[in-house]
């Protein structure tokens, strides 16, 4: 199992992956019955990691709004090689949404919505 603060998974269990970023069913630690997906997002391929600490920020900012259309940012956590962002699992069959195209368009139409 890997580990990510509070939260853990297994490479096994792979939801999604875009060209920046891949990510996985995991748990909390403290709730292993509260399950979570960790996006995993190698940074070695991302060029403005200024841009990905705004949009970090958002996602924050968002989830503090705590509406039923915004996916919630659980914990974020920085390496030197990857930042992973632990948010709310949805369950769903089209685990595609958790694709970065999805989650970026999220971020702009809920900034129109705030």
Do not use: W
């Amino acid at each position: 199992m890997e580990t990510v603060g509070d939260y853990e998974y297994s490479t096994k269990d792979l939801i999604g992956h875009g060209a920046f970023a891949v990510v996985f069913k995991g748990r909390s630690k403290k709730n292993p019955s509260q399950t979570v997906a960790i996006k995993s997002i190698s940074l070695k391929n991302v060029s403005k990691r200024d841009l990905l600490k705004k949009e970090t920020t958002i996602l924050k900012d968002l989830t503090a709004l705590q509406h039923e259309n915004v996916v919630a940012l659980f914990d974020c956590k920085e390496t030197p090689n990857h930042m992973y962002l632990v948010m709310e699992h949805i369950a769903l069959k089209m685990s595609y949404l958790l694709t970065d195209t999805i989650i970026s368009a999220l971020i702009l139409l809920c900034m129109n919505l705030v």
